[in-house]
């Protein structure tokens, strides 16, 4: 990693950050000239780009920068997700003890056409699933926790998303918006209390080719007080069980470990904190 080189861009722009943060008045150019070593006309262009992604503002009334709300925002919601990481994750080590094959927690980010996986017990599994180990993302049209999550949401923010992801890049998103069947999956999963992956998606990852990873899954999501915030599922080898099979004998278990990381998220505010920093999701979930 030592042969990588750095993008001085990108470190210049940490630095202007860096400057703002230690300057809770907020910071005239000649201030920030000084306290990052940096050009006028550097300065200019970083602080320009900075105001275009919406990290920083100028003040009207007195013409100083200052760190954008927006970006206090992002690190309180980072905080947040790895704090639920963190509660979650014996969680899912009891729940891998139980059934054996592994969970994942996802949660969703603003109007992102991906679900992203924050904790896994993929490898406390003894069972091998031909997964991609880590955070990865997740389609949201196709997936088990994509489909529940949806499937939480009241009718207006769901076809926000829908509509958003079937116009996104990721062809497992195309393919699937196609069909145009996500009302009538809604109602099943509402009907049955957990969702299933798209008939059409036998996996691949997202914004990838499609591929069959011989798996299936089930999922629930995540809500407390109103707030629905992520999901957990169980993944397992399509030829090791059927789908009435993992209901009948892990489903209990499932939605019991759903429930106590809900709560004790709701306990420590953390729905909240996802939910407003993130996207306000209002849950219309009742389970079967």
């Known amino acids: 990693m030592d042969s990588v080189k750095t993008i001085r861009s990108v470190e210049r722009a940490f630095a202007v950050l860096q400057a703002l943060g230690e300057a809770p008045q907020g910071a005239t150019l000649v201030q920030l000239t000084a306290s990052t070593g940096l050009s ?3 300065l200019l262009r970083l602080l320009k780009t900075l105001i275009g992604v919406e990290a920083v503002r100028r003040s009207t009334t007195d013409q100083r920068y200052r760190t954008s709300v927006r ?6 919601a980072v905080i947040a997700a790895e704090q639920l990481a963190d509660l979650a ?3 899912l080590d009891s729940l891998c003890q139980q059934v054996e094959w592994p969970s994942d927690l996802a949660i969703h980010t603003g109007d992102d056409d991906f679900m992203r996986v924050l904790e896994s017990s993929l490898r406390q599994s003894r069972f091998y699933v031909r997964r991609t180990k880590g955070r990865v993302r997740v389609t949201l049209l196709g997936s088990a ?3 529940a999550f949806l499937s939480a949401l009241d009718a207006t923010r769901r076809q926000e998303l829908v509509r958003a992801a079937r116009q996104g890049r990721d062809v497992h998103n195309t393919r699937i918006g196609a069909v145009e069947d996500m009302a009538a999956r809604v ?5 049955r209390g957990y969702a299933l992956r798209h008939p059409l998606y ?11 990873d011989a798996l299936e899954a089930i999922a629930v999501p995540l809500v407390h007080a109103g707030q629905v915030f992520g999901t957990l599922n169980i993944n397992w080898n399509r030829g090791a ?3 009435q099979e993992m ?3 892990h489903l209990t278990v499932l939605r019991a470990a759903a429930a106590g990381i809900a709560k004790a998220a709701g306990q420590q505010g953390l729905h909240l904190e996802l939910a407003s920093q993130l996207q306000a999701e209002q849950s219309v979930w009742r389970g079967p």
């Open 71 to 76: 970006l206090h925002a992002l690190g309180q």
């Open 40 to 42: 006028g006309p550097t």
């Open 145 to 147: 926790a994509g489909t």
């Open 247 to 249: 209901v009948r004998r």
């Open 89 to 91: 994750a014996p969680w």
């Open 241 to 243: 069980m059927t789908e």
């Open 202 to 212: 036998r996996g691949g990852s997202f914004d990838g080719r499609a591929r069959d």
């Open 187 to 191: 109602r099943a999963v509402r009907a």
